[in-house]
């Protein structure tokens, strides 16, 4: 309970980060719209925006806290200071690197902005100005892994939600510059800066969330004891990096479009808002589930493994699946409720939610990837996470780039579509041969009724949506106002749905409730 409530706290922040991580690419979708300083931006700032996604939740725990525990005292410190330097120079080399290619790296993440070169020149600039972030926040993951080792937990959970904050207070320092009448150069030294500024802060926050005497001066043999960290961090940033990848690739295929780059970034930031609450949940309540009952399904008691991580099938696809259809049916009312605003017009609208409709099907898929992906790392199959991650991804960029020309904005996001598909089949007969995930009839049974219940709801809500659709397009109070109703109808379908179907039991979630 311990665990949990620790983990809790953890998955509580993350939200609080996640929330103002929209609020802040709301805050630029008003400024720019879809236009090309949107675009340029969204391009030029991946890298540095990837790096403090990947490296703010605890990514490099696995590489750093195995090296710490052999040794003890002054042996441990300056490990632990070996650790910070080795990381922090391998991030400058990197960044160096990047800076001088920056072009070419350019070329790659939007094959489409040559043919446009103000899009390509504000990409370099943003990426040149921002790189210094991936140092920044390989340093900030290595010190947040050495405060989880000592104890401190909601200071480092905390520092991506106060980055988001310091970009907040640039975004509005923007906008009373009058962000409309500046040059793109100027608007992209702006947005570097925010960028910048939420780093120095993360960074900041997690170092002084390291107790007293965790560092010292390493000594040389204390960083050659630290250099197979950086081997050792390989395989965990590849695993959480891998999916990602599909949407560096999607928006790379969706580089040829005007405004193309910057509508599938918004409408990739709706649709991970759920997962991510998802993945918190798989990370902070089904691994602890899983190791206590034994990872490979051996039985513990009443329950195995296997028939956890089949609960935790089920659990996500409750949760997901109906977000997904309800994204997909409303997609382009809520992105007027969200966005349209400022320089976001009808037209950024419309192409964002042509990207939303396809990407939010891409909701369940993911989230039980993340489910099955808790149960493999439980059971030390790791590596069948980043293989069928691996295979999925020529998958998405094949169909991504192939139909981006007769599909438009859609196509990239059928790629991602596919690439999700893929990966999940492969990791689940990887892990059903295995023997670590199975779904009983019981099980196969609720799954049916949940999804017979998300398509009750799906299409409860398009039928409601038709008399509302003069208010929904209008914006304003009253588009807010039914689209509130659409969501609560749809919930309140989804739930007789369920019911009824039998992918709920009325007794289980009676007794839920009074457990709560």
């Known amino acids: 309970m311990a665990l949990l409530r620790r983990a809790s706290t953890v998955a509580s922040l993350t939200l609080a980060s996640r929330l103002l991580g929209f609020a802040r690419d709301a805050g630029v979708a008003a400024l720019f719209g879809t236009g090309v300083v949107a675009d340029a931006s969204v391009a030029g700032l991946s890298l540095a925006q990837l790096a403090r996604r990947l490296l703010g939740e605890g990514a490099l725990n696995a590489a750093v806290l195995p090296a710490l525990t052999p040794v003890d005292g002054a042996a441990r410190r300056q490990r632990a200071g070996a650790a910070v330097l080795i990381f922090a120079v391998t991030g400058l080399a990197l960044a160096s690197a990047l800076a001088v290619f920056m072009p070419q790296v350019i070329a790659v993440l939007a094959p489409g902005f040559p043919d446009d070169g103000a899009r390509e020149a504000g990409a370099v600039l943003a990426g040149r100005l921002t790189v210094l972030g991936v140092p920044l926040a390989l340093t900030a993951g290595t010190l947040a892994a050495l405060a989880n080792a000592g104890g401190a937990l909601a200071r480092p959970a905390m520092a991506p939600a106060a980055g988001n904050v310091a970009v907040l207070a640039l975004l509005g320092l923007l906008w009373l510059s009058g962000a409309h009448a500046m040059a793109m150069e100027t608007a992209l030294v702006w947005l570097s800066a925010g960028v910048m500024a939420g780093a120095v802060t993360q960074l900041v926050l997690i170092f002084f969330a390291v107790p007293t005497g965790t560092l010292a001066l390493p000594s040389r043999a204390a960083l050659r004891a630290a250099l197979p960290m950086l081997a050792a961090a390989g395989p965990s940033l590849l695993a959480a990096g891998l999916p990602q990848l599909r949407f560096l690739i999607a928006a790379a295929a969706a580089s040829g479009i005007p405004g193309g780059i910057a509508a599938l970034f918004y409408a990739t930031r709706l649709v991970e808002l759920p997962l991510g609450l998802i993945g918190a949940s798989a990370g902070a309540v089904l691994l602890p589930a899983l190791a206590a009952r034994g990872g490979d399904g051996e039985e513990t008691g009443t329950q195995t493994g296997a028939q956890t991580g089949a609960l935790g099938v089920e659990a996500a696809l409750a949760l997901s699946l109906p977000a997904a259809l309800g994204l997909a049916v409303l997609a382009h009312p809520i992105v ?148 509130a109703a659409l969501v609560l109808a749809g919930m309140l379908a989804y739930g007789a749905g369920a019911v009824l179907f039998g992918g709920l039991s009325p007794a289980a979630l009676k007794a839920a409730l009074r457990k709560r």
């Open 336 to 483: 007027i409720v969200l966005f349209q605003r400022g320089a976001f017009d009808p037209a950024a609208a419309e192409l964002t939610a042509q990207a939303l409709a396809l990407l939010a099907l891409t909701l369940p898929l993911q989230a039980v990837e993340k489910v099955l992906a808790a149960i493999a790392f439980a059971a030390g199959f790791g590596r069948d996470v980043t293989r069928a991650a691996l295979i999925g991804l020529p998958v998405g960029a094949l169909t991504g780039f192939l139909a981006a020309g007769p599909l438009g904005l859609a196509g990239p996001a059928l790629g991602v579509l596919a690439a999700s598909a893929v990966s999940l089949a492969a990791l689940a007969g990887t892990l059903i041969r295995r023997g670590l995930l199975r779904l009983p009839g019981t099980n196969r049974r609720r799954l049916i009724g949940l999804l017979a219940a998300g398509l009750l709801m799906a299409g409860a809500v398009g039928t409601a949506r038709l008399p509302l659709e003069g208010m929904l397009g209008g914006g304003g109070l009253y588009a807010i106002a039914a689209l």
